[in-house]
């Protein structure tokens, strides 16, 4: 079975620092993997994803991630960060069934506070 | 949010109530999905639906059911609500002609008093 689990349920950090987001996953199979991000009251928007390809994935914002095979991880990182990145941010492994559906699987989400 | 609407954006209602969410879409994604937001849990799938009239279980089904008479439409049903059903609810669309991500609705927040 699928598992994803996000390291730190809470990660502070002052503005233009880096940051790193943790997350490992368990799966047998080939897998794809996303980041989302959540401001307060909003719904979830996709930063990046992996498919295949490059480990290393850029996606908006700033942000990019590394998928590591043999550690099972897929860690989200950002070289300085903004207080704008204040968020909820949410790890997923996904599995890709035939018929085309697409089963997500979430990590427990990790909030990012970015403190002047 | 990828051409998604959730209605109500916010609900109280009392134990025991029915309860209809709606997710609307314009994008024409084959797929449709209704998950459940709580702290410390992430999201989890309650349903998903394949196409008009054609749905499955996801994995915290118990207590809904949905419906997907039109394309565009997937509505959930709570059909007697309890305390435990309060959380924020996300509508998701996809379709593997156009990729494997997820693209999400505003949510809405149903409290079950």
């Known amino acids: 079975a699928q598992s994803v689990t996000q390291l730190d349920s809470q990660v502070p950090v002052f503005e233009e620092a880096p940051v790193e987001l943790r997350c490992n996953y368990s799966s047998s199979v080939s897998v794809y993997l996303f980041w989302y991000v959540q401001y307060p009251n909003q719904g979830l928007q996709l930063l990046l994803k992996y498919l295949s390809g490059s480990t290393l994935v850029k996606g908006i914002n700033g942000f990019e991630a590394e998928f590591n095979k043999s550690q099972t991880s897929f860690h989200l990182r950002k070289p300085s960060v903004h207080i704008s990145d204040t968020a909820e941010y949410f790890c997923?492994?996904?599995?890709?069934?035939?018929?085309?559906?697409?089963?997500?699987?979430f990590g427990a989400g990790t909030r990012l506070a970015v403190h002047p | 949010d990828a051409g998604i609407t959730q209605s109500p954006r916010h609900k109280v209602t009392e134990t025991g109530t029915p309860v209809t969410l709606r997710c609307h879409q314009t994008?024409?994604?084959?797929?449709m999905y209704w998950y459940r937001q709580d702290p410390g849990h992430g999201l989890r799938l309650i349903h998903y639906?394949?196409?008009?009239?054609?749905?499955d279980k996801g994995e915290v089904s118990d207590g809904y059911s949905v419906s997907r008479s039109k394309t565009e439409d997937f509505l959930l049903t709570l059909e007697s609500a309890t305390s435990s059903q309060t959380s924020v609810y996300f509508c998701?669309?996809?379709?593997?002609?156009?990729?494997?991500?997820?693209?999400f609705g505003p949510g809405t927040r149903l409290t079950v008093l």
């Open positions: 997923a492994v996904s599995h890709m069934f035939s018929g085309g559906y697409n089963k997500l699987i």
């Open positions: 639906s394949y196409g008009v009239k054609d749905t």
């Open positions: 994008e024409n994604h084959r797929y």
């Open positions: 998701a669309i996809s379709d593997p002609d156009r990729g494997r991500e997820q693209f």
